[in-house]
């Protein structure tokens, strides 16, 4: 993965998003320790202050726990909750703003809904 550190999002809420990414594709399992905040700022060549924001935001979202000592591991529930949080929040928020385009470009909800299929498809290698 590569920081986008020209855009709007902060590099820590990048961090935790890829994290996410890691504990989606099973990369890290339930109770597997994650990367060290020293580790995530080698990785990424950033500040170990801003690798620790990052891993902060999973803890208050019960993705990660921390074991004195040891390190931060993944929770039972990561899985659930980051897929919950990225449906609720991502999803939505990319559904709205497709919606908004196609309202502004005249493009009817089946025409749409086609385009979505289509390109599900080409993803699918279908």
Do not use: C
Not at 9 to 22: D, F, G, N, R
Not at 109 to 126: A, H, I, N, P
Request: hydrophobic share 40%; glycine share 6%; net charge negative.
């Amino acid at each position: 993965m590569i920081l986008n550190t020209d855009g709007t999002k902060p590099i820590y809420v990048q961090i935790a998003e890829w994290l996410e990414t890691e504990i989606l594709n099973g990369n890290f399992l339930q109770d597997q320790k994650v990367y060290s905040q020293y580790q995530l700022a080698e990785i990424f060549n950033i500040n170990p202050a801003t690798a620790a924001k990052g891993l902060t935001l999973l803890v208050e979202d019960d993705v990660l726990y921390k074991k004195r000592g040891l390190g931060m591991f993944v929770t039972e529930a990561a899985q659930a909750i980051i897929l919950t949080k990225r449906r609720e929040h991502t999803l939505k928020r990319l559904v709205t703003e497709l919606v908004s385009e196609a309202e502004q470009l005249n493009v009817g909800m089946d025409e749409l809904l086609e385009m979505v299929r289509k390109e599900s498809k080409q993803s699918k290698g279908e």
